[in-house]
């Protein structure tokens, strides 16, 4: 009986070698913030994003991917077409560093290994988790720092279309809204519960952010057979 399960266990992890074709690449463009100050605009980058993408093509259909990407969100209330928020006139920067982990769904088969062009929009989905600085308002409306971070947990939800340019390149646009269980990212709820009588906004509803750019992967890896899933 054990030879026979180490039998079945040696073909199992074989078929899964003999099927693995992985991406690594790039992410290069922007991010916008959405919340309790600035701007509520759902997609104007305003501050540059960069990071890294890794992805284990499991399927024809269906990938899965982790990123890690930093950038810094900004807030202008000048910038927002509220009257009250230019009145107000607050404005935040901080910075962020997220790491991201979930599936990527095509619309239509993209097999690598097939000859010729091909494209195809997709999904993608699963769970982030951002580091930032804290800070908060003062009663002067002065941006101020905790000296503390915390990590905002979301749920980002990514649209994107991709093609092959070349045997081992592939390039993608999408843009992506994180949703966090988080209203700390602006300072207008701050971290520390003895400066939660300087919470402002909309305390029901948590922070977006969104990340628009492109994505440039290499492919390699042995050819995969896919009929196990």
């Known amino acids: 009986m054990r030879y026979l399960i180490l039998i079945f266990t040696s073909i199992f992890f ?48 269906h990938s899965f991917r982790a990123s890690i990407i930093f950038s810094d969100l900004e807030g202008v209330d000048g910038k927002s077409d509220d009257p009250r928020r230019v009145q107000r006139g607050y404005q935040f920067n901080t910075s962020i560093l997220e790491i991201s982990a979930g599936m990527e769904f095509t619309f ?55 093609t092959n340019i070349s045997n081992h390149l592939v390039l993608a646009a999408e843009i992506g809204a994180r949703y966090t269980f988080s209203d700390e990212l602006d300072g207008s709820v701050p971290d520390n519960e003895f400066r939660e009588q300087l919470s402002f906004g909309n305390t029901n509803s948590n922070d977006w952010y969104v990340f628009t750019g492109i994505t440039l992967t290499y492919t390699f890896g042995r050819r995969p057979c896919y009929c196990g899933f």
């Open 108 to 162: 239509w088969d993209f097999d690598l290994h097939t000859t010729g062009i091909k494209g195809t929009p997709y999904l993608y989905t699963g769970i982030s988790v951002a580091n930032h600085d804290n800070y908060y308002f003062t009663q002067n409306g002065q941006y101020t720092s905790e000296d503390t971070s915390s990590w905002a947990y979301g749920i980002p939800m990514v649209l994107g279309y991709k």
């Open 14 to 61: 074989m078929q899964i070698t003999n099927a693995q074709i992985y991406e690594v690449g790039i992410f290069a463009g922007g991010s916008n913030f959405i919340g309790d100050v600035g701007a509520t605009n759902y997609i104007s980058p305003n501050q540059v994003a960069i990071g890294g993408i890794f992805k284990w093509n499991r399927s024809p259909r």
